[in-house]
């Protein structure tokens, strides 16, 4: 059974950049046949898909952050890692990682139900 | 994108009566990728069902999903006092995850 956790700073600047963690324990990244992710928790949308990868690299995102939101995965560490640029207010939220193996793709975008998710962690945006 | 519409917002029963949540979506689902979430307080979400109606591991059998299409249920056949607490559907049959704003099962 795989288990995440996520790390990372609780406060964020208005315009700067958001930057989590997620250690994975229990197994390698690299011989899961997990996709491994973010969602998000905010009082303004509640539950939101942020982006998703596989041990690859093949990165995928929600289109309404795809602009600011970059996944990233080190196999050597085995973990993966969020950065959300530019961050508002309504950035503002619970923070998960999470995985998911896949029951729908689009090419290498790959969707499924979400487990293991990762305890969370809040992050503010705040000067 | 699949928009999904959870109903009712929140759910009032006293422990031992049958709880049943609805949640419809904007567009088919395809194949009834629906997931269903349990989330208690300071904690993530917790997967019951996918696939609609299949249950997840070690989650115990008085929860169940039903549905197709555009319409799919969350039932508790006998509420239990951990079970009041907020509930979320998913799709993950289009190219971009959504939940539903969530039920909260509160105490009558």
């Known amino acids: 059974q795989m288990q995440l956790q996520e790390s990372g700073p609780g406060l964020v600047k208005p315009s700067e950049t958001l930057s989590l963690t997620c250690t994975v324990s229990?197994?390698?990244?690299?011989?899961?046949?997990?996709?491994w992710g973010w969602v998000r928790q905010t009082p303004g949308k509640g539950l939101e898909w942020i982006g998703s990868?596989?041990?690859?690299?093949?990165?995928y995102y929600n289109p309404s952050l795809r602009s600011r939101a970059t996944v990233s995965v080190d196999t050597s560490k085995n973990h993966f890692s969020l950065k959300l640029r530019s961050v508002a207010a309504t950035d503002t939220g619970i923070y998960f990682c999470?995985?998911?193996?896949?029951?729908?793709?689009?090419?290498?975008?790959?969707?499924?139900?979400?487990?293991?998710w990762g305890q969370g962690t809040l992050v503010t945006v705040s000067s | 994108e699949i928009v999904l519409t959870q109903s009712p917002g929140t759910l009032s029963l006293s422990p031992g009566e049958r709880a049943t949540l609805s949640c419809r979506a904007s567009?088919?689902?395809?194949?009834?990728?629906v997931a269903w979430y349990q989330q208690k307080p300071g904690q993530a979400p917790r997967l019951l069902i996918y696939?609609?109606?299949s249950r997840a591991t070690g989650i115990p059998d008085r929860f169940s999903g039903s549905g197709s299409g555009t319409d799919f249920t969350l039932t508790i056949s006998r509420l239990e006092p951990e079970d009041f607490v907020v509930y979320y559907c998913?799709?993950?049959?289009?190219?971009?995850?959504?939940f539903g704003q969530g039920t909260k099962v509160e105490i009558k």
């Open positions: 567009q088919n689902v395809i194949s009834n990728y």
């Open positions: 990868i596989f041990y690859t690299g093949s990165d």
């Open positions: 999470m995985g998911s193996l896949a029951s729908y793709c689009v090419g290498v975008s790959c969707f499924g139900w979400i487990d293991p």
């Open positions: 696939g609609a109606s």
């Open positions: 998913q799709q993950y049959g289009s190219s971009l995850w959504t």
């Open positions: 229990g197994g390698p990244i690299s011989g899961s046949s997990h996709y």
